[in-house]
């Protein structure tokens, strides 16, 4: 089977449907095989998943993105999410086994055509950052559009690639590569949002819980519920039976049960296995003991 | 991507290296991916698993029969391991999405060819047996070779497909179909072999415990432990939490904690998202939320 990447881009764009569809036919067109597209009115913002081999994903990614500058004009932009780009943020994953190298690769090589075609500068984030403390997308976005707009010129705000000067309507992109993140949420049968938003703080990496760990408390007031949602950002670190059993504990304290769980998207094969590893004390189990990916992964 | 058949069949040869290597080859040059030869020389038995597309499955299997019914003759067969032919047990196991009917159906077609072109007595068992008391295997191999050429003519003991009397040299052949199965070991830190027989006893399905079970207590003396060694017959009824959690609590009450466990062999993507969904309270996890799963099989 020939080696494959995810590429996960977000677009300033959650609204008019046409925009949106023509973002995913694009890169549908360019020969990659889209397998999501979540678009969300209030963040006004969409996020396409899609998987193709290693060259082809710098095209689909780039056909994306021209029809995104040519449609987005982010001085009317308006939503929730923070952003700075008609392409906001592009990250390349690795796939099944295909090395974290490549990834970083393609996102060079997207980031070099982003600005030649399109004139859009780029900052490097995750794996592919050239600075320590670009390795974080939020510290790279921080501001969004509008202060961009004003401080590029700063030293320690200049572009990796391309100019010192935002796209005038689409604005700058950070392009990446990481691993894949999980989204998870713990349901605890109890209606005080205090008990999540003190557990979610409790283990979120910045607060000096787990590592690797976004955490924040949400209200589910119609299942008269609260929830600790959160993202998981290298499983390899803190997996999901980790937090599930800390938050159970946390929540066995404050006399609270658990009520569910929920794997929000898709997971890594090797996160499933590490759940199976870590939750029936089974280390030795490999990623080739499940049958469909000694089959699939061998063709 | 093309739908595959599981296939595992088991002959009675776990010594001679040539004769064990012949029949893995025909089955490899059949054109079926052989992903695991095991050879036992205790039990003078090996046990093939290929996966094929499923009409290639059917003439896979063949080739392997051919080359078994040629050079091994059960009156000459002594090994530990219950058997009643050259090609003593040939299942068909659902790959992946494809439904068991194709598996009875591909079980019926080789049973029908094992008949006419080496002349074997076959009797369906699992999901292809033909009378009710047929599904298991146990059953229907009771008193072995030996037995069955004696017994063959009794009204309840004549094959599905093919006259009242065993193939001189080569036997009879158990052809079914069934999910797959799991293997699975739990590992307990004390060397009181009781610990371990008393709770397989008390676990497996035979003796009122868990459905779906078969569980016998080892010792492993090298390693200081015990063992409870389990078949699950049908991971769908009792999967590997459950036997997990249920043999952590009765080791518990015996003041005995557990070491590890281990998966035998490969286990279905299914099982390993139905133990997800268990350990972390997870109900609406789906296989298609494992991306490769998701990528792999729309290909």
């Given amino acids: 089977m020939a080696p494959l990447v995810?590429?996960?881009?977000?677009?300033s764009e959650g609204r008019r449907i046409e925009v949106i569809t023509a973002i995913a036919d694009a890169i549908r067109g360019a020969g990659a095989r889209v397998i999501d597209v979540q678009a969300d009115a209030a963040h006004n913002r969409m996020v396409v998943t899609f998987?193709?081999?290693?060259?082809?994903?710098?095209d689909a990614g780039m056909a994306g993105a021209a029809v995104a500058s040519e449609r987005i004009d982010l001085r009317e932009h308006r939503g929730e999410h923070p952003r700075m780009g008609a392409t906001d943020v592009v990250p390349f994953v690795p796939f099944a086994d295909l090395p974290m190298e490549v990834c970083v690769g393609l996102a060079k090589a997207f980031g070099e055509r982003l600005w030649k075609e399109l004139h859009v500068p780029v900052y490097f984030y995750g794996e592919a950052a050239t600075r320590p403390e670009?390795?974080?997308?939020?510290?790279?976005?921080?501001?969004?559009?509008?202060e961009l707009v004003e401080r590029i010129g700063d030293p320690d705000r200049g572009p990796d690639v391309g100019a010192a000067r935002v796209h005038p309507s689409a604005?700058?992109?950070?392009?990446?590569?990481r691993i894949p993140l999980i989204a998870y949420n713990v349901n605890l049968k109890t209606t005080d949002?205090?008990?999540?938003?003190?557990i979610a703080r409790m283990i979120r990496a910045s607060s000096g819980g787990l590592p690797n760990v976004k955490a924040l408390g949400f209200a589910l007031a119609d299942r008269g519920l609260v929830q600790v949602s959160m993202n998981l950002t290298d499983y390899r670190v803190t997996n999901i039976w980790k937090v599930f059993t800390v938050i159970r504990e946390?929540?066995?304290?404050?006399?609270?049960?658990?009520?569910?769980?929920e794997i929000v998207g898709t997971i890594p094969l090797a996160a499933a296995v590490g759940v199976i590893k870590d939750a029936v004390i089974e280390p030795a189990f490999r990623m080739d003991q499940v049958l469909e990916k000694k089959?699939?992964?061998a063709e």
């Fill in 51 to 58: 998987v193709a081999e290693p060259d082809l994903a710098v």
């Fill in 193 to 198: 949002l205090r008990v999540a938003k003190d």
């Fill in 6 to 11: 995810e590429c996960v881009p977000n677009f």
């Fill in 171 to 177: 604005g700058a992109t950070a392009v990446g590569a």
């Fill in 295 to 297: 089959v699939w992964a």
């Fill in 250 to 261: 946390a929540a066995r304290e404050r006399g609270v049960e658990l009520e569910a769980s």
């Fill in 134 to 146: 670009r390795r974080e997308l939020e510290r790279v976005r921080r501001g969004g559009f509008e």
